[in-house]
């Protein structure tokens, strides 16, 4: 640029006098100084900017890279933490199954182990309690891995009305074998299913919905419509069967597709969880009649069906069980009592012990307070504490 300027002058020069030659490059020096100057000045910041422009990139970077390092250290104490949570839990529950601490683990060896005519007297007593039916479940208290036999779904229970020590098995969730042990005790110590009697039912079941309810298996039949089967366990025998009256049904929870209709049994008798898709958000339930397998009463109930994996009834009141699609913890988290004593607000959240999938089955049994849970193959006894349900 100085050179084309010092051209041009000298063309200039050429065609003028001496003064105002003189004058021209006078004027012409000054502005190529101040034009110098102001370059130099440009030159300064830019290379001020350029320095700060790296110093704040490099401090950038300096950042993110800590940043990320306590990200990743992050993760890894969260990993450790939850590995070391889980294998508390395992170890926990393993003692548990090994040496019975003093006030749970009686209490469940008592309630695993009844004999029938010992505990008589108690259980009368405790019974005559329950048929007030003014309890309502405050926590789980303790609860026991009896063991691993079967596919990861399916059901297990005992009677829910005559007292037996007898305890049954529906492994899977379309199958016509049920497994009856001499008790709870027998199948703990099975190798398999061979020292059980095996009941080949007249049909297919489907889902994990059964109950044994005073003699009689009541089950649902695989099938195009959706029928309850009452089969009679001392002769082998179809006692009664029936179309259940709901149409257009849909899976009742989200996390179980396998189970239409789930029947519950509790103090007050039998009752059915079910969906249709008139209201496919809810869970709907049925009070039954044992003896003709009709609809006694129905209610829709507030519980969304999305997200649940099983329920229970209690003291006739609903208490629907939830957890994610990557299992997670199950929580009650919706309660339906249908005589509005307790609502979702009034209940405990409940939190089951960290297990391994998700349950395919919580069946309540009334005599002994217990929870028969299948969880990927584990047979799981919940035992619960009761509160009384508040006054209104
Ligand atoms: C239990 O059911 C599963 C399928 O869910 C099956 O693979 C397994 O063989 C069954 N076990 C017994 C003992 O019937
Ligand atoms: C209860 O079970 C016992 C033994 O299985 C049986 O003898 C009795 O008849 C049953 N009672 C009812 C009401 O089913
Ligand atoms: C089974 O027992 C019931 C009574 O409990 C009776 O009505 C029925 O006829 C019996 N069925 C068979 C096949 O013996």
């Not at 009709?294 to 229970?312: G, K, S």
Request: with cysteine.
């Amino acid at each position: 640029m100085r050179a084309f300027l010092i051209l041009l002058l000298l063309a200039a020069s050429l065609c003028l006098s001496g003064a105002q030659h003189q004058a021209l490059m006078d004027y012409l020096e000054q502005r190529l100084l101040a034009i110098e100057d102001r370059i130099s000045v440009w030159h300064e910041q830019t290379s001020r900017y350029a320095t700060e422009l790296r110093e704040f990139k490099q401090q950038m970077a300096a950042l993110t890279e800590s940043l990320e390092k306590g990200r990743e250290a992050l993760r890894t104490e969260l990993d450790t933490v939850g590995t070391r949570v889980d294998r508390v839990e395992r170890e926990m529950d393993y003692l548990e199954t090994q040496n019975p601490a003093p006030p749970c683990a009686e209490t469940d060896d008592k309630v695993v182990e009844q004999e029938v005519t010992s505990v008589k007297e108690k259980s009368k007593a405790k019974y005559a309690k329950l048929s007030d039916c003014k309890d309502m479940v405050s926590s789980i208290k303790a609860m026991k891995i009896v063991k691993r036999m079967g596919g990861p779904k399916g059901m297990w229970t005992k009677d829910t009305v005559n007292r037996s020590m007898k305890v049954y098995i529906f492994n899977g969730t379309a199958e016509d074998t049920l497994y009856e042990f001499a008790s709870v005790r027998e199948l703990a110590a099975s190798a398999d299913m061979s020292h059980a009697r095996s009941i080949e039912l007249p049909f297919l079941w489907s889902g994990t919905g059964h109950a044994i309810y005073n003699g009689y298996a009541y089950y649902v039949k695989e099938g195009k419509e959706f029928q309850l089967i009452k089969y009679d366990l001392q002769n082998g025998s179809v006692a009664d069967s029936a179309v259940f009256p709901a149409e257009a049904q849909v899976p009742v929870y989200t996390l179980s597709p396998e189970t239409y209709i789930d029947l519950a049994a509790d103090e007050e008798g039998l009752w059915a969880l079910y969906a249709t898709k008139d209201d496919e958000r809810n869970i709907c339930l049925a009070k039954m009649d044992p003896d003709t397998l009709d609809m006694e009463d129905m209610w829709d109930t507030p519980c969304p069906r999305e997200n649940a994996e099983a329920a229970f009834v209690m003291c006739g009141t609903v208490y629907v069980v939830y957890n994610t699609k990557l299992p997670s913890r199950s929580r009650v988290q919706c309660v339906f009592d249908i005589n509005d004593m307790v609502t979702s607000e009034e209940a405990p959240l409940l939190y089951f012990p960290r297990r391994y999938s998700t349950h395919s089955s919580l069946k309540y049994n009334p005599l002994e307070k217990l929870i028969y849970a299948w969880d990927d193959g584990y047979q799981i006894l919940y035992k619960l504490a009761m509160k009384q349900k508040p006054v209104v």
